[in-house]
């Protein structure tokens, strides 16, 4: 029980990060234009990096929305929802590396993509925790 609680909680803390982080892309704060303007990139790479990361925050919370905790009701009755967090993990994950490249090849110094690594690492422990959870449910 405590294991499926604390996936829950990544799983939000998760969904939350890169939720936020897409809304702050989509709405291009200043230090995002600062940010745009150094690296030589594109608004609408922005503007599909803040989709990305909303689509795949959200695909967090569904799939956890579906995986009830004992005793608690699930709000959606699909298996299949359940099992969106892993592409919706692998996305994240992708698209975070794809950020530490560009910032790798502008010469920036690791604390311009330390959040992207944090995240990359929580990701990954998700996964992992979220696989073995339906290996051992099942």
């Known amino acids: 029980m405590i294991f499926v609680v604390a996936l829950w909680i990544l799983g939000f803390v998760l969904a939350i990060a890169f939720i936020t ?3 702050v ?15 030589e990139l ?11 990361e909303i689509i795949g925050g ?7 929305l579906s995986s009830p905790l004992s005793g608690w009701p699930s709000l ?3 298996s299949t929802l359940v099992w969106l ?3 919706s993990v692998l996305a994240l994950v992708a698209v975070k590396v ?8 502008a010469n920036d110094p690791a ?3 330390s959040s992207a690594i944090t995240l990359i690492v929580l990701s990954i422990g998700y996964l992992i925790a979220f696989i073995a959870r339906q290996v051992v449910a099942a």
């Open 21 to 23: 982080d897409g809304i």
């Open 25 to 39: 892309y989509l709405t291009g704060s200043n230090r995002i234009q600062r940010r745009m303007d150094h690296l």
């Open 58 to 64: 959200l695909g967090l919370v569904f799939s956890a």
């Open 42 to 52: 594109g608004r609408e790479l922005y503007r599909g990096v803040g989709v990305v």
């Open 111 to 113: 604390h311009e993509y």
């Open 85 to 87: 967090g892993i592409p």
């Open 98 to 105: 794809v950020v530490i490249l560009i910032h790798r090849d």
């Open 76 to 78: 959606f009755k699909s």
